[in-house]
């Protein structure tokens, strides 16, 4: 009989496998206590460091993760869904609410690592802004966490010739954030474009979103524009994988 694909699959990942199916059809739950290294071996006749991939597959994934002492378990964390054209409408921001409000369902989110710096423009950025060489850039740089879990690592970048003296140059930028401030500045923004990448994490990325090397994260790039077609902000975000689902929802 011919060997199939899945028969030449690892063992360790055979057995992630088998985990992850068992967790997705409610075998486990958010919380579980998943079967340890020694469960694992005498379960499927393996050694111990294979055991240990297994379960670092799905850690890695961040279907699971480690407690210090008492195992490995499912992980209780609900994705955030990120609702990618409604939660940037002026309806949002216009009426004084955070466009992050829009994505967390009543949820605790906190904004922490706040920094505001005015600096020269990176290579990347002045282009995009149509800045000169001497041109600067006011800089915001920021860490949200959901329930207590680092999800998205967030830097903007505005033109200090815009923003200079207004809210946006200070941590708080008041409702409706910095959008609605550009607004006030009379930078309104009415059309947005975002790029969307994934790769691995750097090393202090991984060290700020509290995740494992294994784990992904995807690269948000955003630009605003106001209706003269001015590039008035740069947001670079980067989200932990495991904790979004992108959502678009738009009429044909």
């Known amino acids: ?99 992050w409000s829009a994505d967390t369902d009543n949820r605790t989110l906190e904004v922490d690592q706040v920094t505001v710096s005015e600096e020269d423009a990176p290579e990347h950025i002045a282009p995009v802004l149509d800045l000169a060489d001497e041109d600067s850039v006011c800089v915001r740089r920021r860490r949200f966490v959901l329930d207590g879990k680092p999800v998205l690592l967030a830097t903007s970048y505005l033109p200090t010739s815009v923003v200079a003296g207004s809210a946006i140059t200070q941590e708080n930028t008041g409702p409706g954030g910095i959008y609605a401030r550009l607004a006030e500045l009379g930078y309104k923004p009415v059309h947005f474009r975002e790029e969307i990448r994934s790769r691995m994490p750097a090393k202090d990325e991984a060290a700020q979103l509290s995740i494992s090397a294994g784990t992904p994260v995807i690269l948000i790039c955003r630009t605003a524009y106001t209706d003269d077609g001015r590039p008035v902000e740069i947001n670079e975000m980067t989200l932990d994988a495991a904790s979004y689902i992108l959502e678009y929802d738009f009429d044909a």
């Open 1 to 99: 009989m011919a060997t199939t694909d899945s028969d030449r699959r690892p063992k360790y990942q055979k057995i992630a496998d088998s985990l992850r199916e068992a967790i997705q059809s409610g075998e486990y739950s958010s919380g579980d206590r998943l079967p340890g290294e020694n469960e694992l071996m005498a379960t499927h006749g393996v050694a111990r460091m294979t055991a240990r991939q297994a379960l670092g597959v799905l850690k890695d994934e961040g279907i699971a993760q480690s407690r210090k002492g008492a195992g490995v378990f499912v992980r209780n964390f609900r994705p955030l869904r990120r609702r990618g054209i409604r939660r940037l409408s002026q309806e949002q921001w216009g009426t004084g609410k955070s466009i």
